[in-house]
């Protein structure tokens, strides 16, 4: 049981490439977050999905897109990076959210670092 | 819609310490709230979640809520250099479908 996988786990971006952050999740999870997390700024939710073809914003969605073909998989794609999209960058799923809907919380993946050069 | 304010630290204490983190709250509507835990360099991992008000405890960690005044803590009996990380509490979003996140308090549990 593999859990969340994240590719890559480092990558160094120069300013105004595009690169798709993958995610894969096995646990057949219906919700699936991208958040953002900068030293000392804790984790800033991006986009999210519900479901298969379900997306929706979340705090910082700017410079990002998302989409969800499957289940299993929710890639992040940067178009025209930029400096202010050096971070690091985790994907999580979980299979509810919420107490009537179950406390599972969520799964995490080990994460994704991006510089912008 | 942060709403969760969290000292970031950094907290420094000898091993077998009492740790108390804390987190505030602005809306009394929330009632559902979590804690994550999460080493240097890795994801974070689901500690504890607690709901409405009172208390949860599992072995040496104790959730607390105070409705009263806005609190979320979390305590840490016999502390130990393994707790040494970053716990972040959470919040469930208004429309039920993500957390929102504090900005993590960095602990350091020294041996």
């Known amino acids: 049981n593999a859990g969340v996988t994240q590719t890559p786990k480092f990558r160094i971006l120069k300013i105004g490439q595009s690169m798709t952050l993958q995610c894969t999740q096995d646990?057949?999870?219906?919700?699936m977050y991208w958040y953002r997390q900068d030293p000392g700024m804790g984790l800033k939710l991006i986009y999210y999905s519900v479901g298969a073809g379900i997306t929706d914003k979340g705090e910082v969605p700017n410079g990002y897109n998302v989409s969800r073909s499957t289940t299993e998989d929710f890639p992040l794609r940067l178009e025209l990076a930029a400096p202010s999209q050096t971070s690091v960058y985790f994907c999580a799923s979980s299979y509810s959210i919420g107490p009537n809907r179950g406390a599972d919380g969520y799964t995490f993946g080990s994460g994704t670092r991006l510089t912008v050069v | 819609q942060k709403e969760v304010e969290q000292d970031p630290g950094p907290l420094s204490v000898p091993e077998g310490a009492i740790v108390s983190l804390n987190c505030t709250y602005s809306n009394s509507a929330f009632q559902y709230f979590m804690w994550y835990r999460q080493y240097s360099r890795k994801g974070p991992e689901l500690l504890m979640y607690t709901y409405s008000s009172g208390n949860k405890e599992d072995g040496r960690f104790t959730a607390q809520v105070d409705k009263s005044s806005k609190y979320i803590s979390l305590f840490i009996r016999d502390s130990q250099p393994s707790d040494s990380a970053t716990y972040l509490c959470?919040?469930?979003?208004?429309?039920?479908?993500?957390?929102?996140f504090g900005k993590g308090t960095t602990l350091s549990v020294s041996s």
């Open positions: 959470a919040r469930v979003n208004q429309a039920g479908t993500a957390l929102i």
């Open positions: 646990m057949n999870h219906n919700y």
